[in-house]
């Protein structure tokens, strides 16, 4: 899910229904999910597994549930036999029965001090549990939704102390998990412009079936904790226009002092937005502008103090006449991504449906100027369109190494008319760690994003991706890059296992930002020294967008590239080109 929905869009139960009656494509690779809940999960298993296959329509979803009233043991079955992925709905019950409506265990005001202390003690076994289950698999988890019982001496206007610790409780126990990498919350105040919470409670269902929650409200937690169980990827570029987007107001008409993004010229949605936009640069999203608009007065503009988002965030800039779909054309190029992971903003329809007729992939949205409150249901969703669960050092250092790249003369750079000029001056340096333990969720970022070199496409799951790391057989290589332009981080993946004395690569991936400084040539090099090999042998299929692949693998070979070509190490180093790095391990 990568926007809001409308009540008029919400999943009716019929329509889970009948999207479960779709069969899977043959060629359908499995997605096991377990449920884990102390309720009977019902409705919120078929609104769960159908989300789930609107999300990921390529692949055949199995959903497994635990047993009733028992959601710790259920989380111990998951390290037993570790599913694709894991979602876990805890509600009160969980925590201590006397919360619940199904069990009559006193109310007293006496009580009280003996719940918290037996919710408390359930938390840290819960938090236990929860923290084994994802050394396997990765756990979405929902902290309770439903409204505590009357069981305080309060009126139910008045917060006392002891719904408060209880509502404490719960808010640290989400506060440690969410640190845990691979557990992901429930956010509570999404789920609460989903499912207000006087409409989540069904006690006729729950006293008869043992099922607590209303239609709505099962549907609502399923939309969230699917994207989280097998969440989508993220898009890496925002193209944004200028003129009332950016700011308010018309730069040629108003000057560079006249546009405005501020409370006392009632455009501060403006400065949301910019300040959006700059939270987006921070975590690695490319920011790039195309505007008519007249080059010096936008040169003026950005010299403003006050503008929200620096020129230092924005790569390229494209302020001339010419149509904007070649400019973003010009942008895609200079980013080197594909238009399928971009989205562009504009106040103008016109433009936006000329931009996405030249790049189909693209997404256009339009920037509502003149409803502030539709702007901010547009932040919203661009936040849920390029977020992500980490921020890594890499995703910081994309934006410096495409300026880089793009300031040096067309002579010094990779491409020019003499690379190994070029290469032996700058100053290169590779890391190579085969480290494999802990995982470094780095690599199986690039290995589930990266497509031009790409070795064939395969994507993993979190607990398959584990699961190979964990066999003895198998090594994982990472591979990070800098020179005296700048460091690219960890750029490239290779994992693989050796057979005597042969070894078979069965993954390999590297960023497009390295393309060009043959890295590709160091790893295969560093395989055969390391391994002390006589031929690898490529797990090689081709994709629509592995073209670079393609090409790197037919020049090292005596052909085309075919699934399960080999390379001899003595045609590889007739083949080599000079390598100007220098070399550091980090293991």
């Given at each position: 899910?990568?926007?809001?929905?409308?009540?008029?869009?919400?999943?009716?139960?019929?329509?889970?229904?009948?999207?479960?009656?779709?069969?899977?494509?043959?060629?359908?690779?499995?997605?096991?999910?377990?449920?884990?809940?102390?309720?009977?999960?019902?409705?919120?298993?078929?609104?769960?597994?159908?989300?789930?296959?609107?999300?990921?329509?390529?692949?055949?979803?199995?959903?497994?549930?635990?047993?009733?009233?028992?959601?710790?043991?259920?989380?111990?079955?998951?390290?037993?036999?570790?599913?694709?992925?894991?979602?876990?709905?805890?509600?009160?019950?969980?925590?201590?029965?006397?919360?619940?409506?199904?069990?009559?265990?006193?109310?007293?005001?006496?009580?009280?001090?003996?719940?918290?202390?037996?919710?408390?003690?359930?938390?840290?076994?819960?938090?236990?549990?929860?923290?084994?289950?994802?050394?396997?698999?990765?756990?979405?988890?929902?902290?309770?939704?439903?409204?505590?019982?009357?069981?305080?001496?309060?009126?139910?206007?008045?917060?006392?102390?002891?719904?408060?610790?209880?509502?404490?409780?719960?808010?640290?126990?989400?506060?440690?998990?969410?640190?845990?990498?691979?557990?992901?919350?429930?956010?509570?105040?999404?789920?609460?412009?989903?499912?207000?919470?006087?409409?989540?409670?069904?006690?006729?269902?729950?006293?008869?079936?043992?099922?607590?929650?209303?239609?709505?409200?099962?549907?609502?937690?399923?939309?969230?904790?699917?994207?989280?169980?097998?969440?989508?990827?993220?898009?890496?570029?925002?193209?944004?226009?200028?003129?009332?987007?950016?700011?308010?107001?018309?730069?040629?008409?108003?000057?560079?002092?006249?546009?405005?993004?501020?409370?006392?010229?009632?455009?501060?949605?403006?400065?949301?937005?910019?300040?959006?936009?700059?939270?987006?640069?921070?975590?690695?999203?490319?920011?790039?502008?195309?505007?008519?608009?007249?080059?010096?007065?936008?040169?003026?503009?950005?010299?403003?103090?006050?503008?929200?988002?620096?020129?230092?965030?924005?790569?390229?800039?494209?302020?001339?006449?010419?149509?904007?779909?070649e400019s973003v054309a010009r942008i895609l190029k200079a980013w080197?991504?594909?238009?399928?992971?971009?989205?562009?903003?504009?106040?103008?329809?016109?433009?936006?449906?000329?931009?996405?007729?030249?790049?189909?992939?693209?997404?256009?949205?339009?920037?509502?100027?003149?409803?502030?409150?539709?702007?901010?249901?547009?932040?919203?969703?661009?936040?849920?369109?390029?977020?992500?669960?980490?921020?890594?050092?890499?995703?910081?250092?994309?934006?410096?190494?495409?300026?880089?790249?793009?300031?040096?003369?067309?002579?010094?750079?990779?491409?020019?008319?003499?690379?190994?000029?070029?290469?032996?001056?700058?100053?290169?340096?590779?890391?190579?760690?085969?480290?494999?333990?802990?995982?470094?969720?780095?690599?199986?970022?690039?290995?589930?994003?990266?497509?031009?070199?790409?070795?064939?496409?395969?994507?993993?799951?979190?607990?398959?991706?584990?699961?190979?790391?964990?066999?003895?057989?198998?090594?994982?290589?990472?591979?990070?890059?800098?020179?005296?332009?700048?460091?690219?981080?960890?750029i490239a993946v290779l994992t693989g296992r050796r057979e005597g004395?042969?070894?078979?690569?069965?993954?390999?991936?590297?960023?497009?930002?390295?393309?060009?400084?043959?890295?590709?040539?160091?790893?295969?090099?560093?395989?055969?020294?390391?391994?002390?090999?006589?031929?690898?042998?490529?797990?090689?299929?081709?994709?629509?967008?592995?073209?670079?692949?393609?090409?790197?693998?037919?020049?090292?070979?005596?052909?085309?590239?075919?699934?399960?070509?080999?390379?001899?190490?003595?045609?590889?180093?007739?083949?080599?080109?000079?390598?100007?790095?220098?070399?550091?391990?980090?293991?």
């Open positions: 899910m990568l926007s809001l929905p409308t009540k008029a869009a919400r999943m009716k139960l019929v329509e889970a229904l009948k999207i479960l009656q779709i069969p899977a494509p043959p060629e359908a690779r499995p997605l096991h999910i377990f449920l884990a809940c102390g309720f009977t999960p019902l409705h919120l298993q078929t609104f769960l597994k159908a989300h789930l296959r609107q999300l990921c329509p390529d692949r055949r979803v199995t959903l497994q549930a635990g047993l009733y009233g028992d959601c710790l043991g259920s989380l111990e079955r998951i390290v037993q036999t570790p599913p694709d992925a894991a979602a876990v709905a805890l509600e009160w019950s969980d925590f201590d029965p006397r919360l619940g409506l199904r069990r009559l265990g006193g109310w007293k005001v006496q009580d009280l001090t003996d719940i918290l202390a037996t919710v408390s003690a359930q938390a840290d076994r819960l938090e236990t549990a929860l923290r084994r289950a994802v050394q396997v698999a990765p756990v979405a988890v929902s902290i309770p939704t439903l409204p505590l019982p009357p069981l305080f001496h309060t009126p139910g206007w008045q917060a006392g102390a002891a719904e408060c610790a209880l509502r404490e409780r719960m808010g640290a126990l989400a506060a440690r998990l969410a640190q845990e990498s691979g557990i992901r919350i429930v956010s509570a105040q999404r789920l609460e412009m989903l499912s207000p919470l006087r409409e989540r409670l069904d006690v006729r269902s729950e006293l008869s079936a043992g099922f607590p929650y209303t239609l709505t409200h099962a549907e609502a937690l399923a939309s969230l904790l699917a994207p989280l169980v097998h969440p989508p990827q993220p898009k890496k570029g925002l193209i944004t226009d200028l003129d009332d987007t950016l700011w308010r107001g018309l730069l040629g008409e108003e000057g560079p002092q006249g546009v405005s993004w501020d409370l006392d010229h009632h455009s501060q949605i403006h400065g949301l937005y910019q300040q959006l936009l700059c939270s987006l640069a921070d975590a690695g999203v490319l920011i790039a502008v195309t505007s008519k608009n007249d080059a010096s007065l936008v040169e003026e503009a950005w010299r403003r103090s006050d503008l929200l988002l620096p020129a230092a965030c924005v790569f390229p800039m494209e302020v001339h006449w010419q149509p904007k779909s080197n991504i594909g238009a399928d992971s971009v989205v562009c903003l504009d106040d103008s329809p016109m433009e936006l449906a000329e931009i996405q007729a030249a790049h189909p992939g693209i997404k256009c949205l339009l920037f509502p100027r003149q409803d502030d409150q539709a702007v901010y249901a547009l932040l919203e969703q661009l936040r849920d369109r390029f977020g992500k669960s980490v921020v890594s050092e890499e995703d910081r250092l994309r934006l410096q190494s495409l300026r880089q790249a793009g300031a040096r003369p067309l002579e010094e750079r990779p491409d020019g008319a003499d690379a190994d000029r070029f290469l032996s001056g700058a100053e290169a340096e590779i890391t190579f760690a085969f480290a494999k333990d802990p995982p470094d969720p780095r690599a199986f970022e690039l290995v589930n994003k990266t497509n031009q070199f790409n070795l064939n496409g395969r994507r993993y799951t979190e607990s398959e991706w584990r699961a190979m790391l964990q066999r003895h057989d198998t090594f994982l290589l990472m591979v990070s890059y800098k020179d005296k332009y700048g460091a690219l981080g960890k004395k042969i070894l078979f690569l069965d993954t390999w991936v590297m960023s497009c930002r390295a393309f060009a400084r043959r890295i590709e040539h160091r790893c295969l090099d560093a395989l055969f020294e390391k391994f002390a090999i006589d031929e690898i042998a490529f797990d090689f299929a081709a994709t629509p967008r592995n073209t670079p692949m393609q090409e790197f693998l037919a020049g090292i070979l005596d052909g085309p590239p075919r699934g399960g070509s080999r390379l001899p190490r003595s045609l590889f180093t007739a083949k080599c080109p000079p390598l100007y790095h220098h070399l550091t391990f980090a293991d």
